[in-house]
């Protein structure tokens, strides 16, 4: 059973488009998190959101945790071709982290 | 920047063969887990611990086994590797507030 749901889990644009990644469960988390993930390497952390409707930016990326602390979005503004990875989100739940699937984007020069 | 670390990255081994990969950290981190991803697919727990002598198992079953007898070391063991081990294995480790985790760089195993 997926805890996480992410969408799209592909995503194919070009460089300079904005695109949203999110994702959803019907359980409550303690915190949420945001992976990515290059070829053949561990998942590199992005951020954390912890407060429910809390919104974090960094750089051309803003994250949003969901006000029942259910879901997440990822927002890409400008995608650049060294933004092309896996995002994974991850929910945290009594100590342990599950992820979602992932979504696959990438970003054409 | 995480301060973990996994050992070898590569491994190609014949069916039948013992192995043990290691993970370190230097964070003092009392958590640390052990998923299995196969490329570019999700990440599933087989394995954590909440400190020195206490491990667990995760969601997914897996034939392997780990050991946390330091803090700073975690490694996991399969007696008999099969072709079906292949995959690539994750190490992360988390503080006490467990809102966040840390990865290495994942050991990619091949049985043949």
């Known amino acids: 059973t997926q805890l996480l749901e992410q969408s799209p889990q592909f995503l194919s644009i070009q460089e300079g488009e904005n695109l949203t990644v999110y994702c959803n469960s019907s359980s409550v988390f303690s915190s949420l998190q945001w992976y990515r993930q290059e070829p053949g390497e561990g998942p590199v952390l992005l951020v954390t959101?912890?407060?429910?409707?809390e919104v974090k930016k960094l750089k051309r990326l803003t994250f949003q945790f969901g006000d029942a602390r259910k879901d997440s979005s990822l927002h890409i503004t400008a995608a650049q071709p060294g933004d092309t990875g896996l995002y994974l989100c991850a929910g945290a739940v009594f100590n342990k982290f599950y992820f979602g699937s992932g979504t696959k984007l990438n970003v054409k020069p | 920047e995480a301060d973990i670390y996994q050992t070898p990255r590569y491994l190609v081994i014949g069916t039948g063969k013992k192995i043990t990969l290691e993970c370190s950290q230097t964070?003092?981190?009392?958590?640390m887990y052990w998923y299995q991803q196969d490329p570019g697919m999700e990440l599933h727990l087989i394995h954590y611990s909440y400190g020195v002598n206490s491990t667990e198992k995760g969601d997914l079953s897996s034939e392997s086994t780990v050991s946390r007898i330091r803090t700073e070391h975690f490694p996991l063991t399969l007696e008999s590797a099969r072709p079906s081990h292949t995959s690539q294995y994750l190490c992360?480790?988390?503080?006490?507030?467990?809102?966040?985790?840390?990865f290495g760089q994942g050991t990619r195993l091949t049985v043949v």
């Open positions: 959101v912890v407060t429910g409707g």
């Open positions: 964070m003092g981190h009392d958590k």
């Open positions: 992360a480790s988390s503080d006490g507030r467990g809102t966040e985790a840390f």
